[in-house]
C-alpha cells in the first residue's frame, strides 16, 4: 500500500534535548512538508522540500532543521532552540507539480516536551 | 497573505440532516482548493480538491463548491451519519509550493 508513514506515534523529551521525528513515503512524490498543529490554530508550515538535497524554510522554520538525502525521506528534528515545541506534527507530501496538486498526510507525530 | 476563515467553528446534528460547511479565504487567485476530514489524534485525509477552473466536485454524499471571485467553498453533505463525525478543514492554494494555507476547521457532531 502506498503511503506516508511518521514515527513514533508519541514522543516524550525533557527540555534541552533535540529530537528527531521520521517522515517516510512510498508514493514517489517529489514534493514533501512538515506542518506543525496547535489548538486552536491552522496547520503552519515548518519546512518544506521540492527535490532531495533541497529545502526551504515555511512560516515557522526557527528551532527546526530537515535533511532530504532521499526522495522517500525527510526527517525533522526539533532543537532545544525551539522555544514551545510541544504540539502535533504532521509530515505531508504531494506530487509536486504547480498545475496540480493534492496533498497527503501521514498519522502525525504528538511531541511533549517537559 | 492568504487568510481562511470556516464557518462555523462547531456544528452538531442529527442523523440524517443534509449540512453544509463553509469556507473564505482573502486571496483568490489560487490553483485549487483541497477539502480534508481529521479524525481526533490522526492526520489528515483528503475529500475533494477543486481546480480554480471548476464549480464544483462530487465523492459520494459529499460536493464541494467554489466561487473563485467571491473567495468562497462550501463543502455539502447529504444524509449525515454519525462517521462523517470529524474536524473539516479548507486549504486553498496559491502559487509557489508554500503557500497553502489552512483555515482552523469546523468540528462536525452527528448525533445518532
Request: with cysteine; net charge neutral; hydrophobic share 30%.
Amino acid at each position: 500500500d502506498g503511503g506516508i508513514t511518521q514515527s513514533p506515534k508519541y514522543l516524550f523529551r525533557k527540555e534541552g534535548q533535540n529530537v528527531t521525528l521520521s517522515c517516510e513515503q512510498n508514493l514517489n512524490h517529489d514534493a514533501m512538508y512538515w506542518y506543525r498543529q496547535d489548538p486552536g490554530q491552522g496547520l503552519r508550515l515548518i519546512y518544506y522540500s521540492q527535490i532531495v538535497n533541497d529545502f526551504q524554510k515555511g512560516d515557522i522554520a526557527e528551532g527546526y532543521s530537515v535533511s532530504r538525502e532521499k526522495k522517500e525521506s525527510f526527517p525533522l528534528t526539533v532543537t532545544s532552540a525551539q522555544k514551545n515545541p510541544t504540539a502535533f506534527y504532521l509530515c505531508a507530501s504531494s506530487t509536486g507539480t504547480s498545475a496540480y496538486y493534492e496533498q497527503y498526510f501521514g498519522p502525525g507525530t504528538r511531541l511533549t516536551v517537559t | 497573505k492568504q487568510e481562511v476563515t470556516q464557518i462555523p467553528a462547531a456544528l452538531s446534528v442529527p442523523e440524517g440532516e443534509n449540512l453544509v460547511l463553509n469556507c473564505s479565504f482573502t486571496d483568490s487567485a489560487i490553483y485549487n482548493l483541497q477539502w480534508f476530514r481529521q479524525d481526533p489524534g490522526k492526520g489528515l485525509t483528503s475529500l475533494l480538491l477543486i481546480q480554480s477552473s471548476q464549480r464544483e466536485q462530487t465523492s459520494g454524499r459529499l460536493n464541494a463548491s467554489l466561487d473563485k471571485s467571491s473567495g468562497r467553498s462550501t463543502l455539502y453533505i447529504a444524509a449525515s451519519q454519525p462517521g462523517d463525525s470529524a474536524t473539516y478543514l479548507c486549504a486553498p492554494s496559491n502559487p509557489g509550493y508554500q503557500k497553502v494555507t489552512f483555515g482552523t476547521g469546523t468540528k462536525l457532531q452527528v448525533i445518532p
